[in-house]
């Protein structure tokens, strides 16, 4: 299939640091093209793939310090994507909704992957609006604030198996907590648990300029009124698979309806068992007793902590390989693209991988 990947300009695909949905699209990529597809990715010129690249800036909007104003540069790449639309089967893109006023006359042809919260009372008249465009959800808690839309599946996110290496003996003998420093993501509550339980505590995560009143006035106090927490700062991938294969858990307290939450299948595909707070898509991700536990408090947590620590690394690593894999995510995509009305492939039906959730039909 001719197949357009539409990413953020934001970040780099995939990013040098922190960046889900662009690590995704990297993912999802890489592996139809591996699987012969001929794969075009609209993205920030200093991406790199094997895909063909259109650049549609000159690098990541985030990085280039004399951009103010990133619309222009999405106005422009939906223009580009416009202009080429006849030369692809399918559009997949990964950027909300600005483009649903543009892809009018050939939204048959697409998908459209939401990748944050839905939750947001704003949000609702936009989809009524646009009721008709494919949509896909990374996870079947991610639809539960939406009204009727026209879902096309749910996917959820995985990795190449060899991205993080499996970590049997874990050498660190500390808890991890990995992503960004807000308030919904409770690196707050990650500190007490540590704290609570007399383990160290090392934290890897970005700081957006949003969030540093939270990190000065909240968490730099607590780091530094706890000599058993460590804080790292953001890190690369080739130090992510250091740092969360040598931890002998992962800490994910969210408090808020998370979509996924990529560093568990992250953490996952380690071998590092995950303690995660039962919101959002946490019941989806987790098998309990198997992968991880999902709790309820901070007393729960403290209470499951050392069955945490028993639980057996292949097992979670097992748990990645059958559910989380890049190769089941490009699979479920795949008969996505082929259930879409307008799509032009004449390829017979592909078999999907286990353990998806890909409905092939378009439901309201």
């Known amino acids: ?12 695909v995939p990013p040098k640091f922190y960046g889900g949905t662009e690590r995704i699209v990297s993912y999802l990529t890489e592996e139809l093209v591996r699987q012969g597809h001929d794969v075009t990715l609209f993205a920030s010129g200093d991406s790199i793939t094997s895909a063909k690249l259109v650049s549609c800036s000159d690098v990541a909007l985030r990085l280039h310090t004399s951009i103010k104003d990133p619309l222009p540069y999405q106005v422009v790449m939906l223009e580009q ?31 459209t992957t939401l990748h944050g919260r839905l939750d947001l009372p704003d949000l609702k ?6 009721a008709d465009i494919p949509l896909v959800s990374i996870s079947n808690d991610q639809r539960v604030p939406m009204p009727p839309v026209g879902w096309a599946g ?6 190449p ?52 009143v939270y990190w ?16 790292i700062g953001e890190i690369n991938e080739h130090q992510k698979a250091s740092f969360l294969g040598n931890a002998s858990a992962l800490l994910f307290p969210i408090d ?27 019941p989806e991700i987790i098998e309990d007793g198997v992968s991880g536990i999902a709790v309820d408090s901070v007393a729960e947590a403290i209470e499951n902590i050392e069955w945490l620590l028993k639980l057996d690394r292949r097992q979670v690593r097992a748990a ?14 795949l008969a996505i693209y082929q259930g879409l009305p307008g799509v032009r492939s004449k390829a017979a039906p592909l078999r999907r991988a286990a353990g998806g959730t890909t409905e092939l039909q378009i439901v309201a």
Not at 125 to 130: N, V, W
Not at 179 to 193: F, L, Q, T, V, W
Request: glycine share 6%; aromatic share 12%.
């Open 320 to 333: 990645f390989e059958r559910r989380f894999t890049a190769e089941r995510m490009a699979g479920d995509y």
């Open 81 to 111: 994507i416009r202009r080429r639309a006849q030369d692809f089967d399918v559009l997949h893109f990964h950027i909300d909704f600005l483009h649903f006023p543009v892809i009018r006359e050939f939204a048959d042809r697409t998908v």
């Open 125 to 130: 008249p936009l989809y009524r609006t646009f």
């Open 1 to 12: 299939m001719k197949i357009a990947q539409i990413a953020p300009l934001a970040e780099r």
């Open 161 to 212: 198996t060899d991205v993080l290496p499996f970590a049997e003996r874990p050498s660190g003998g500390y808890l991890a907590f990995l992503g960004r420093i807000s308030p919904e993501k409770r690196p707050d509550i990650a500190i007490e648990i540590a704290a609570r339980v007399g383990m160290p505590l090392k934290i890897a995560a970005k700081v957006d300029a949003v969030d540093y």
């Open 216 to 231: 000065d006035s909240v968490i730099k106090p607590m780091v530094e009124m706890h000599r058993n927490v460590e804080f």
């Open 154 to 159: 749910t996917v959820y996110h995985g990795l």
């Open 256 to 282: 808020w309806p998370e979509p996924f939450g990529l560093v568990m299948i992250e953490a996952m595909a380690c071998g590092t068992p995950v303690l995660a707070f039962r919101r959002g898509s946490v």
